[in-house]
């Protein structure tokens, strides 16, 4: 079964950063666009950015464009979300998602999912 293993949440205050991990195994990583996803209470999981296979191509939500970078290693079958300039607004679960050959730009191309981890950022 596949794994998607994410790390790195925890509390910040506004304005700090943070940086997710996540791991994959028993999966071909380098086949698969990777991304992250985020939900918060009450709201409907939504997209943050996603990478293409390669790791040439990524696309980032309106709302964290310009203070959020995705980036993977396929020699490391790894992802991270690096979080700059973090906001209350960004206080979730946020969650790795793979789409065999393509990047999940939707919820619903996500082949699968990771457990999420909690990001939380105080005012």
């Known amino acids: 079964q596949v794994q998607l293993v994410e790390s790195g949440g925890g509390l910040v205050q506004a304005g700090g950063s943070l940086s997710l991990s996540c791991a994959a195994s028993?999966?071909?990583?380098?086949?698969?666009?990777s991304g992250w996803f985020r939900q918060a209470p009450g709201k409907e999981r939504e997209f943050v950015a996603a990478?293409?296979?390669?790791?040439?191509?990524?696309v980032y939500a309106d709302a964290v464009k310009g203070r959020f970078t995705i980036s993977r290693d396929n020699a490391k079958n790894t992802m991270w979300l690096q979080m700059n300039s973090l906001k209350p607004e960004d206080t979730a679960v946020y969650y790795c998602?793979?789409?065999?050959?393509?990047?999940?730009?939707?919820?619903?191309?996500?082949?699968?999912w990771g457990q999420g981890t909690q990001v939380t950022v105080s005012s």
């Open positions: 998602a793979v789409r065999y050959d393509n990047r999940p730009t939707t919820k619903y191309e996500v082949d699968y």
């Open positions: 028993r999966l071909t990583f380098s086949r698969f666009g």
């Open positions: 990478i293409t296979r390669t790791g040439s191509s990524s």
